[in-house]
């Protein structure tokens, strides 16, 4: 492939624009509001880290906004240009079958990951948490319904779209296994914004790999998309539950 296909390639530019929405918009669209003066509170902020910090609730729902909006602009890439095939969803019980399994290799690691975490010397290295999880349980403790709704419907729906039916599907559609491990990191890599750890960037590479996987055996978006709700479901009902 030349440069210049490469260059004029959608699927490319629609993956990095999908890619820069998670990473800066967020944080553009805030210092747009903390310069404005918009406030729940009606208070006005000498900085952006006073604006963060007590504006945690505008902030959530601002997310959870450019979330849905995300969304939306998936469904009209896939419905309302010539990009891709659009057909009709149809779940199968093997997705669900699958879905368990998933589960079960992906708490495996977590085992692994903790018993690497007592043993003398080298658990130091496996001995801390996730930011993201830590983000996320803080989500569905605080804000409930946009947690559940954003954890179990929204992010699955949307990254298997850009990182399983974009990335592996179109931009590597020839070269399935090469965009299984590039799609793999880059999905571990965005979930380690809240803060890099050893444990949770084996574990979100791990689960990335176990989806793309999924999706390469099935040649379904189906399959990983049942599965990345899955785990995320069980991970949600766990932290509503939680002591």
Same mark, same amino acid.
Do not use: C
């Given at each position: 492939?030349?440069?210049? +296909?490469?260059?004029? +390639?959608? /699927?490319?530019?629609?993956? !990095?624009?999908?890619?820069?929405?998670?990473?800066?918009?967020?944080?553009?669209?805030? #210092?747009?509001? $903390? #310069?404005?003066?918009?406030?729940?509170?009606?208070?006005? /902020?000498?900085?952006?880290?006073?604006?963060? &910090?007590?504006?945690?609730?505008?902030?959530?729902?601002?997310?959870?906004?450019?979330?849905?909006?995300?969304? %939306?602009?998936?469904?009209?890439?896939?419905?309302?240009?010539?990009?891709?095939?659009?057909?009709?969803?149809?779940?199968?019980?093997?997705?669900?079958?699958?879905? =368990?399994?998933?589960?079960? =290799?992906?708490?495996?690691?977590?085992?692994?990951?903790?018993?690497? &975490?007592?043993?003398?010397?080298?658990?130091?290295?496996?001995?801390?948490?996730?930011?993201?999880?830590?983000?996320?349980?803080?989500?569905?403790?605080?804000?409930?319904? %946009?947690? !559940?709704?954003?954890?179990?419907?929204?992010?699955?729906?949307?990254?298997?779209? !850009?990182?399983?039916?974009? *990335?592996?599907?179109?931009?590597?559609?020839?070269?399935? #296994?090469?965009?299984?491990?590039?799609?793999?990191?880059? $999905?571990?890599? *965005?979930?380690?914004?809240?803060?890099?750890?050893?444990?949770?960037?084996?574990?979100?590479?791990?689960?990335?790999?176990? *989806?793309?996987?999924?999706?390469?055996?099935?040649?379904?978006?189906?399959?990983? =998309?049942?599965?990345?709700?899955?785990?995320? $479901?069980?991970?949600?009902?766990?932290?509503?539950?939680?002591?």
């Amino acid at each position: 492939m030349t440069l210049r +296909n490469i260059i004029r +390639n959608p /699927y490319l530019w629609m993956f !990095i624009g999908f890619l820069l929405s998670y990473l800066v918009l967020g944080k553009w669209v805030g #210092y747009l509001l $903390f #310069y404005l003066g918009v406030s729940l509170h009606g208070q006005t /902020y000498n900085s952006y880290s006073q604006f963060r &910090a007590n504006e945690e609730t505008l902030l959530i729902y601002l997310s959870f906004i450019i979330n849905i909006l995300r969304f %939306v602009v998936i469904l009209f890439i896939v419905y309302k240009t010539k990009w891709f095939t659009h057909r009709k969803l149809i779940l199968k019980k093997k997705d669900f079958r699958y879905a =368990i399994y998933a589960f079960f =290799i992906k708490a495996f690691i977590s085992i692994i990951l903790g018993i690497l &975490a007592s043993i003398p010397k080298i658990g130091v290295y496996f001995n801390s948490g996730s930011p993201n999880q830590d983000k996320v349980e803080h989500l569905i403790q605080n804000y409930i319904w %946009v947690g !559940i709704l954003f954890s179990v419907i929204i992010a699955p729906l949307t990254e298997e779209f !850009i990182f399983r039916k974009l *990335l592996i599907g179109k931009l590597f559609k020839d070269k399935e #296994y090469s965009g299984l491990i590039v799609s793999s990191v880059l $999905f571990g890599s *965005l979930h380690l914004m809240a803060g890099f750890t050893l444990p949770g960037l084996i574990l979100y590479i791990s689960l990335g790999f176990i *989806l793309g996987w999924l999706y390469i055996r099935n040649k379904r978006i189906e399959t990983s =998309i049942i599965a990345h709700m899955f785990n995320n $479901f069980i991970g949600t009902v766990a932290v509503i539950f939680k002591p």
